[in-house]
């Protein structure tokens, strides 16, 4: 109690340096599994979309284009996320993909978020950053 009452400085600037290391921590590994939950939507959208014939999507896909695995590897994740195909019950599996990977996206971000405010808090229950 007597080196907080002679250094309060220095003890609140350690704690606000472990707060920072442990949300930047937080942060690296939501970062790594949203590039894994990307990469399982990615290649999910690949099978999906190879071959289809494009009814709609971004300006770089032409309507009627017939999907390629190079066109598509020429895409980012937002154009792959708008091109919409002719064949009704992939395009129904498309939809379904995409609202998956953003409905995850927005757990992840909850997650993160739940953790940051519990860190911020002082919560000694926080758990795990995977949520349990």
């Known amino acids: 109690m007597h080196i907080l009452l002679a250094f309060p400085n220095t003890y609140f600037a350690n704690a606000r340096a472990i707060e920072r290391a442990e949300i930047e921590r937080l942060a690296k590994d939501r970062d790594d599994e949203q590039n894994i939950l990307e990469g399982g939507y990615l290649g999910r959208m690949m099978s999906l979309l190879n071959g289809q014939d494009v009814a709609s999507g971004p300006k770089d896909v032409p309507t009627d284009t017939r ?66």
Do not use: H, M, W
């Open 67 to 132: 999907l390629t695995p190079e066109t598509l590897d020429n895409l980012s994740r937002y154009q792959v996320s708008q091109i919409a195909v002719k064949d009704d019950s992939v395009q129904k599996k498309i939809e379904a993909q995409n609202a998956n990977f953003e409905q995850a996206i927005k757990s992840l971000d909850g997650r993160f978020s739940d953790k940051v405010d519990k860190l911020q808090r002082g919560d000694p229950y926080r758990g795990s950053y995977k949520g349990r």
